[in-house]
């Protein structure tokens, strides 16, 4: 993908993070623990729009998922805009601790 401007959704964690090894491999369908889909099937929509997902994170530091998603197209018209309201600070999601 080019790079392009685009809007990033980012999931980070502070455990101990993913291996280069283990990184290799993650969305490959059947890997990982359970039944090895769940970040395969999180990227198949990723490829389908044509957006981004990565691990991003550093070993020893935790891990970070960012999903990038172009505001453009590959023409350069706008897929969408977005609303900054400097009222509003953006939402906050954390899990349990």
Avoid: V
């Avoid at 964690?13 to 993913?18: A, R």
């Avoid at 977005?82 to 009222?87: G, K, L, Q, R, Y």
Wanted: charged content about 30%.
């Amino acid at each position: 993908m080019e790079k392009r401007e685009a809007l990033k959704l980012i999931y980070e964690d502070d455990g101990i993070g993913i291996s280069d090894e283990i990184r290799a491999h993650l969305f490959k369908e059947g890997y990982g623990k359970g039944t090895g889909y769940g970040l395969y099937l999180a990227k198949k929509p990723c490829e389908i729009y044509g957006w981004r997902i990565e691990e991003t994170g550093q070993y020893g530091k935790g891990a970070q998922f960012t999903i990038s998603i172009p505001k453009t197209d590959a023409k350069g018209g706008t897929l969408y805009k977005i609303h900054n309201s400097p009222n509003k600070p953006a939402p906050s999601i954390s899990g349990r601790n």
